[in-house]
T-cell receptor
């Protein structure tokens, strides 16, 4: 059982480039979320989805786009990379049941030069 | 706006000691609270989840309590081991299991 799979694990971009961080889950979870983790700031929610075709903004959505065309996949797009987007990005999934935890991927470490 | 605070930021203890990690939150209207473990360079692993209606949850040597009225949760680790060394994160949801506010974590080191 793979759980939540994120690709790539590492990426270096130049300012202004665009890219897509991939996230896939095989647990048939309704909910998926993207967080970024920065030193001293904890994890902050970027975007989330409560089902296929439904997405919404989290705490820090600027500069990022998401879509949810299938239950399994929830890609995160950086439109025009900026050095401030250097971070570790985590994707998480969960079911709608209140007693079920979030499952996290291993993260994508992204550096913007 | 919900804010989650974890103190201390770092903790170093000798092996075998019982210890308590603290988490406080500003809005008592929570949906649930989770404690996570994060190893260096890895993702987060959920340790315990406490629903709004519950007071505590236990798993092995771990016990988490929740006091909504005071806006506090504690994670108790019994008989600590070097393998418990990691960062422990507290996260609070105010609506559903998809939207959590995280504390900045407590970095624990258990010395052999």
């Amino acid at each position: 059982n793979a759980g939540v799979t994120q690709t790539p694990k590492f990426q270096v971009l130049k300012t202004g480039q665009s890219m897509t961080l991939q996230c896939a889950q095989d647990m048939n979870h309704e909910y998926m979320s993207w967080y970024r983790q920065d030193p001293g700031m904890g994890l902050r929610l970027i975007h989330y989805s409560v089902g296929a075709g439904i997405t919404d903004q989290g705490e820090v959505p600027n500069g990022y786009n998401v879509s949810r065309s299938t239950t399994e996949d929830f890609p995160l797009r950086l439109l025009s990379a900026a050095p401030s987007q250097t971070s570790v990005y985590f994707c998480a999934s969960s079911s709608s049941q209140a007693d079920q935890p979030q499952h996290f991927g291993d993260g994508t470490r992204l550096s913007i030069l | 706006k919900q804010e989650v605070t974890q103190i201390p930021a770092a903790l170093s203890v000798p092996e075998g000691e019982n210890l308590v990690l603290n988490c406080s939150f500003t809005d008592s209207a929570i949906y649930n609270l989770q404690w996570f473990r994060q190893d260096p360079g890895k993702g987060l692993t959920s340790l315990l989840l406490i629903q709004s209606s519950q007071r505590e949850q236990t798993s092995g040597r771990l016990n988490a309590s929740l006091d909504k009225s005071s806006g506090r949760s504690t994670l108790y680790i019994a008989a600590s081991q070097p393998g418990d060394s990691a960062t422990y994160l507290c996260a609070v949801s105010t609506s559903g299991t998809y939207k959590y506010i995280f504390g900045t974590g407590t970095r624990l080191k258990v010395l052999a």
